[in-house]
C-alpha cells in the first residue's frame, strides 16, 4: 500500500505543479492515503500525515463535480488534516479545516468519547464561525434581493435559513412590507389568488401586519363570492351538456374554490362519465359504430383534465370494428366455392327477347360463407325472384381478417344470356 501511495504523491505533484490535476484521484486511491494518514496521526507523526493529505486535498477542491462518497472521504481528508495541525498546536490551520468540514455538512459534529476536549472545543467554535460566515452570506443575499424587490427569492431564503440564521428575523418585517405590496396592487387588478398568496406570505413573515391579516379576510371573502358565481355558470353549462363551456369554468373553479367543492365537482364528472363508458361498451358488445363514435367524441370533450377519470377510462373496452367488410365483386367471387343457376319458367323465356341481360344482387355474404340476398336491381325485373333463389344456394370461403371470420357485403353481377335452358353465365 504505502509504494502505492507514494506513486499517487508522485503523479499529484506532477498534476498540481501544472496547474491542473493530472487524472481524477479514485476512491480507493483517497482511502489508501486515509488509511495512512490516521496511521501516522496515532504515531504523533503529523507533519508526514499533513504532507500526505494535503495534495489530495488540493486536488478534492479542484474536481468541480463528485460523486457523494468522495465528498464524504473529502470530508475526512479535511477532518484529519484539522487533527495533525491540533497535534502540532497551530489551532489556526485546524480551525481553518474544522470550518471546511462544516461548510461541506454543517450536520458533522465530533464524538467527545473519541476526542479530546481540547479538539472538540476547536471544532465547536469553527463550526459557530462557519454558521455565522454562512448567516452574513445569507442574509446579504437577502438584502439584495429585497433591494431589488425580489419577493418570491427572499421568501425562499427565509425559509429555508431562518432557523439557523437569527439575523433574518431583522429582515422579515420588511420582507413582509414587500409581499403586502405586491399584494395589494394585484389586489387592485383583481387578481386576487395572487394577492392572497402574497398576504399570506406577509403574514408569515410578519405575524404582527394587521393590515396583511386583513386584507386576507377581504380576499378570502370576495374569492368565495366568485367561486359561487363561477360555480353557479359550471353547473348551468354541465346539466345543459355545454362540456367545452363547463371546462374552462372548471379551472376557474380550481383556482378560487376549495378543495371540498372540487372534490364535489370531480365527482359530477365521474359520474357521468361512468354513464358513458358504460353505454360505449354496450355499443361496442352490438357494434353500434355510429353511437359509439357519438360517445368518443363526447368523453373527449366532457373531461378538463384527464386525471379526473383514468382509472374510469381504462374499463372502456378496446373494441375493434366486427361489422362486415364491403368487398367489390371481383374479390367476392374469387371466394365463390359452389354456384347454383338461376332457373327461368318457359313464359319467361318466351317473354325476354333481349339479351344478355345483366342483373345485380345485393348480397351479405356470412362469416360461414353462407348468403343472404337483400335485393336485386337492375336488367328485367322478371328475372329477380329466381336470380335472388339461386345466389341464397351459393357458397364462399369464410374472408378472413386479422385472423377472424367476417361477414362480406358485396354487389354480385350475373349475367343472363337465353341461349339455353336455363339462360345464365
Known sequence: MLRNIVALLFILSIGLSRGEPAFAVTSVDIADALAHAQALYYEAQFNKAIELLLPIDELLRRQAEQPPEQVEQEIDVKLQ???????????????????????????????????????????????????????????????????????????????????????????????????????????????????????????????????????????????????????????????????????????????????????????????????????????CKNNDTATMEKIREQVNELLPEPSIGEDILAKMTKCTNTGCIEMNSSLALARLKTRVDPEFSPFVHQSIKVSPITVHVKARISEKGDVIASDAYSGNAMLYGPVRTAVEQWKFYPAILQSEARCVDTDIPIVINFVGPNGAR
Open 81 to 283: 488534516l484539522a487533527l495533525a495541525y491540533v497535534g502540532l498546536n497551530d489551532t489556526i490551520h485546524a480551525k481553518n479545516y474544522f470550518r471546511d468540514v462544516f461548510a461541506l455538512d454543517s450536520n458533522q459534529s465530533l464524538d467527545p468519547q473519541q476526542f479530546s476536549p481540547k479538539v472538540v472545543q476547536l471544532a465547536a467554535e469553527a463550526k459557530a464561525e462557519q454558521a455565522e460566515i454562512e448567516c452574513k452570506a445569507v442574509l446579504t443575499d437577502t438584502e439584495r434581493q429585497l433591494g431589488v424587490g425580489n419577493a418570491g427569492a427572499v421568501l425562499q431564503l427565509v425559509d429555508r435559513n431562518q432557523a439557523k440564521c437569527s439575523a433574518l428575523k431583522a429582515v422579515a418585517p420588511a420582507a413582509a412590507e414587500l409581499f403586502f405590496k405586491n399584494g395589494l396592487d394585484a389586489y387592485r387588478k383583481a387578481q386576487t389568488v395572487e394577492a392572497l398568496q402574497d398576504f399570506r406570505s406577509a403574514l408569515r413573515l410578519d405575524p404582527k401586519h394587521e393590515l396583511a391579516a386583513n386584507y386576507i379576510e377581504l380576499t378570502e371573502s370576495k374569492l368565495q363570492v366568485d367561486a359561487d358565481r363561477v360555480l353557479v355558470a359550471w353547473r348551468k353549462d354541465f346539466n345543459g351538456q355545454e362540456f367545452a363551456s363547463a371546462a374552462k369554468e372548471y379551472r376557474q373553479l380550481a383556482s378560487v374554490s376549495s378543495g371540498e367543492t372540487i372534490d364535489q365537482v370531480r365527482a359530477e364528472y365521474r359520474k357521468v362519465l361512468s354513464e358513458r363508458v358504460d353505454s360505449w361498451n354496450r355499443a
